[in-house]
């Protein structure tokens, strides 16, 4: 099962992209999947979650400018970005992610892909 990232860019500020995850396999609809995000020298984190039944949570810096969507007839998940700032530079990751008890989400380590580059110019 393989997820492939795409949708990446150059972008100025104040401006929007929209992320695509494709995914492989028969797995992708009965699973939880998240998009991350990593600059050089820090730890990947999570933007955003979406469940099997379409519910969805954010981090808070993205709240309210990204949305995270799912398509299962097509096995993709997307991440439409809007307001776009310098700090939302990254590349961005998506995967299958398992939620925790305590609200937290897990991701599945044997299913990172390339990830894509976003980079907001000011």
């Known amino acids: 099962v393989q997820l492939v990232e795409s949708g990446g860019g150059l972008v100025q500020a104040g401006g929007s992209l929209r992320l695509s995850c494709a995914a492989s396999g028969s797995i992708f609809s009965i699973n939880a999947l998240g998009w991350y995000r990593q600059v050089p020298g820090k730890q990947r984190e999570l933007v955003a979650a979406i469940n099997s039944d379409g519910s969805t949570n954010y981090a808070g810096p993205v709240k309210g400018r990204f949305t995270i969507s799912r398509d299962n007839a097509k096995n993709t998940m997307y991440l439409q970005m809007n307001s776009l700032k310098p700090e939302d530079t990254a590349v961005y990751y998506c995967?299958?992610?398992?939620?925790?008890?305590?609200?937290?989400?897990?991701?599945?380590?044997?299913?990172w892909g390339q990830g894509t580059q976003v980079t907001v110019s000011s």
């Open positions: 995967n299958y992610v398992r939620a925790l008890s305590s609200g937290a989400y897990v991701p599945s380590p044997g299913y």
